[in-house]
């Protein structure tokens, strides 16, 4: 997957520590990535070249797992059943069933999952690095 490549590619280069001054002091503030981007919305996560891809990529992983094959059998199931050469052609071997379910994947609603970037906050090292500048 692409996205585990961005996470090896740019696992090192997390951003550095703020630092503030108080009182003439110069300190370091504990910087918690996971708590910087539980800070944007979807949309700052979608402008990102890199995590937007990654969130794309995971949208369509999850629906080959989980809700693919459902469709594609469904398809099969109506197809054997009702043999119906005005829907489903003279579709005899059910070969069109991955073909049905990538059609009502163009249709489908997108849910995107932020907890991907909270769990490992490297794939969101490009957005994080906007951010802090």
């Given at each position: 997957?692409?996205?585990?490549?961005?996470?090896?590619?740019?696992?090192?280069?997390?951003?550095?520590?703020?630092?503030?001054?108080?009182?003439?002091e110069?300190?370091?503030?504990?910087?918690?990535?996971?708590?910087?981007?539980k800070?944007?919305?979807?949309?700052?996560?979608?402008?990102?070249?890199?995590?937007?891809?990654?969130?794309i990529?995971?949208?369509?992983?999850?629906?080959?797992?989980?809700?693919k094959?459902?469709?594609?059998?469904?398809?099969?199931?109506?197809?054997?059943?009702?043999?119906?050469?005005?829907?489903?052609?003279?579709?005899?071997?059910?070969?069109?069933?991955?073909?049905?379910?990538?059609?009502?994947?163009?249709?489908?609603?997108?849910?995107?999952?932020?907890?991907?970037?909270?769990?490992?906050?490297?794939?969101?090292?490009?957005?994080?690095?906007?951010k802090?500048?």
């Open positions: 997957m692409k996205w585990l490549h961005l996470f090896i590619k740019n696992q090192a280069s997390m951003p550095k520590k703020k630092l503030k001054y108080k009182e003439e110069l300190f370091e503030e504990e910087w918690d990535p996971v708590k910087e981007l800070k944007l919305n979807l949309e700052d996560f979608l402008n990102c070249e890199d995590t937007r891809e990654i969130l990529y995971e949208h369509y992983d999850n629906f080959e797992k989980k809700l094959y459902k469709l594609a059998y469904l398809y099969e199931k109506y197809n054997c059943s009702f043999r119906n050469e005005d829907f489903f052609g003279k579709d005899w071997d059910n070969e069109l069933g991955e073909s049905f379910a990538e059609l009502i994947y163009n249709f489908i609603s997108v849910n995107y999952d932020l907890t991907l970037f909270y769990d490992c906050p490297p794939l969101a090292i490009e957005l994080l690095s906007k802090n500048k």
